[in-house]
């Protein structure tokens, strides 16, 4: 083994609105927040994600490759149909060509990173 996950950084406009989203998404906790960087994570000290300030940043756009995705991210849910709704009611979005297949639906966060909703395999 080279090494281990320890963050996760995504570029967003905005990191406290950003934070925002993610935090209620994967029950999260803020462990650190300046103007310009926040740091999610758990009270064991695992499952780091964090959001930097891009002043130029450019809006991802699914499947258009002059707009990359910049990062990707799959969370497990035991459920999609109650997923969600939830998910969208925190500001997501259901991206186009999303057909809901069973076992992932692909939608956006509010600054337009492509994530997953995914059940387990069994």
Known sequence: MIGKLWTIVIDCPNPSELADFYGKLLSLARL???P???VLG???GTEFVA???VH???RPQWTVPDHP???HIDVKVADLDVAEPQVLALGA???EGSDKPIGYRVYADP???PFCLVTPLD
Do not use: I, K, P, S
């Open 32 to 34: 650190e927040d300046t």
């Open 36 to 38: 310009e960087y926040v």
């Open 42 to 44: 758990t009270a064991a």
């Open 51 to 53: 959001f930097q300030r």
């Open 56 to 58: 130029d940043f450019r």
């Open 69 to 71: 995705q910049q990062m």
């Open 93 to 95: 979005t259901l991206l």
């Open 111 to 113: 600054v337009g990173h």
